[in-house]
């Protein structure tokens, strides 16, 4: 789900985001800020933290990232790389170095036994938000006039332009609900493991690696390929538990290797 | 002349340090169908870039219903009721004919043009609907580039080399449908090659060279002599 965010952005506005592993982790902060004043539920912190990462994404794509968008590549992945250098400082100044973790009570180790197998119900919670998500996602993109909007943009820009789109506002949006999705996965992400201020680029990893191996541009895909790294790294730690980071990133290697252009490669003319 | 829909005065373009206009002077009365001819690199094209926004000038470089747009955006403009046809179609791959015409209504313009109106106008883009843009012969594309065009019920439309790559039957229908788009009252201007095309839909022609205007008159009562010299520049 991290990497759908990812996916979404680069399928969009052809941005490579280095700061997008920092922004998950962001708002995992956020979360427990809300949580730690607030009290509530980690879950029902979503509503909150949702909005709000959607609404930085909106204005950091149209104050910022818009300026450096052009035929060039380099300069917005230079940006986003600053980006990432100057949350993760915020984080360790505002939060400490300390790994940190949101409590969801019972909900953690709550599991259910499914044909002799017992599943935790916190996983299969984010697995069924993941598919949700992508769901609402692929609906969105091809079956409203948003969805339109935005793979007319992402066509070609220049034509967008002239059928009365503004490309700027429509990058700022493809931005905010990237982010507004991302801020799902870190507060999931919140709840199931510990975090610190730097665990955003081990992330974003891992997100690139789904979104390749599920080919650039395509949510299924990229649901399907963050299922893949999960398999490979539970398997290589079942070998050996020094094996479970290698094999997700050896299960990437083999996929390029096989298939350059990931799995499913977006259909494109 | 009654106050003119679109003017430009002085109109400079640039690709860089490469100038391709120079003070192009231009004007055209509401209602009326303006032919732009020229050979390959007279500036055609970048004089529609320019007009619509796609490249940026001086804001009273170009005037648009009395407003100067010349610094505008190509979607401000658009909203103001500016459409174009781009050279070689452009349409947007991953949309389908008729999310593709969607997308050229979107502005909500009012005006005689809906999803009914174009499938009117050409029957066939109503039988492939729902294809792929890019599953559709060149001619069939060009068709949507118009009614996409269209579909914004615009006040002045822009023509960007509609022949270009075309059968000869199919450029003779499409031509034969433009009568039909700007008969009731919405102004044109086609880029165009094929000179003799050019003269025949439209009332006055403008012929670019090396990004000047080296001719202008009606279209019924300028000579072809007077064209090859505007055109190639020799006597």
Redesign the interface.
Same mark, same amino acid.
């Given at each position: 789900m991290f990497a759908a965010g990812l996916s979404l952005i680069f399928g969009v506005m052809r941005l490579v985001n280095i700061a997008h592993g920092d922004f998950i982790v962001l708002s995992a902060y956020l979360g427990l800020t809300v949580v730690a004043s607030t009290g509530m539920h980690p879950l029902l912190a979503l509503i909150i933290v949702v909005p709000t990462m959607a609404a930085i994404g909106y204005f950091l794509q149209r104050g910022i990232l818009n300026q450096t968008l052009g035929d060039d590549i380099l300069p917005p992945l230079l940006v986003t790389f600053g980006l990432s250098v100057i949350l993760q400082n915020l984080f360790l100044a505002g939060y400490s170095a300390d790994p940190q973790k949101m409590d969801a009570g019972a909900l953690e180790t709550a599991s259910v036994s499914v044909a002799g197998l017992s599943l935790g119900i916190l996983p299969l919670l984010t697995f069924g938000i993941a598919i949700v998500v992508i769901a609402s996602l692929q609906y969105m993109f091809f079956c409203t006039s948003l969805g339109r909007a935005f793979r007319a943009v992402s066509d070609n820009q220049d034509i967008a332009q002239l059928m009365g789109l503004n490309k700027r506002h429509m990058f700022g949006l493809a931005m905010g609900i990237a982010l507004g999705v991302t801020a799902i996965a870190g507060i999931l992400l919140g709840i199931r493991t510990s975090f610190d201020p730097t665990a955003g680029s081990a992330r974003l990893i891992f997100g690139f690696e789904a979104v390749i191996i599920g080919g650039l541009g395509n949510l299924w895909g990229t649901l399907a390929g963050g299922i893949i790294l999960g398999v490979a790294q539970t398997i290589g730690a079942k070998i050996d538990p020094g094996w479970q980071l290698l094999s997700g990133h050896i299960a990437f290697l083999i996929v390029l290797a096989i298939r350059p252009q990931g799995l499913f490669p977006r259909v494109s003319g | 002349m009654p106050d003119p829909i679109l003017s430009l005065k002085k109109l400079d373009a640039f690709y860089g340090d490469f100038q391709a206009l120079y003070g192009v002077d231009m004007e055209m009365a509401e209602g009326e169908v303006i032919a732009i001819i020229g050979a390959n690199g007279a500036g055609k094209s970048t004089l529609l870039r320019s007009i619509?926004?796609?490249m940026s000038n001086e804001s009273d470089q170009v005037n648009f219903l009395g407003k100067g747009i010349g610094a505008h955006? !190509?979607?401000e403009i @658009? !909203?103001l009721g500016l @459409?174009?046809v781009?050279e070689g179609r452009?349409l947007?791959?991953?949309?389908s004919v008729e999310?593709n015409l969607?997308?050229?209504g979107?502005?909500n313009r009012k005006g005689p043009w809906d999803l009914q109106s174009v499938f009117d106008l050409f029957p066939v883009l109503k039988e492939r609907r729902a294809y792929?843009?890019?599953a559709l012969s060149g001619g069939q594309q060009q068709m949507v580039a118009i009614g996409?065009a269209l579909m914004?019920n615009p006040d002045l439309i822009l023509f960007d080399e509609i022949s270009l790559g075309l059968a000869p039957v199919i450029i003779k229908s499409i031509y034969d449908a433009l009568p039909g788009i700007v008969g009731d009252g919405m102004s044109a201007i086609i880029v165009e090659q094929d000179i003799s095309k050019a003269l025949s839909v439209s009332d006055r022609v403008y012929c670019l060279m090396e990004g000047r205007v080296t001719l202008k008159g009606a279209a019924d009562s300028i000579s072809r002599e007077a064209i090859s010299h505007a055109y190639f520049g020799i006597d």
């Open positions: - | 619509s926004g796609l955006r !190509a979607d @658009a !909203a @459409a174009l781009p452009q947007f791959p991953s949309l999310e969607l997308i050229g979107r502005l792929p843009s890019t996409r914004a």
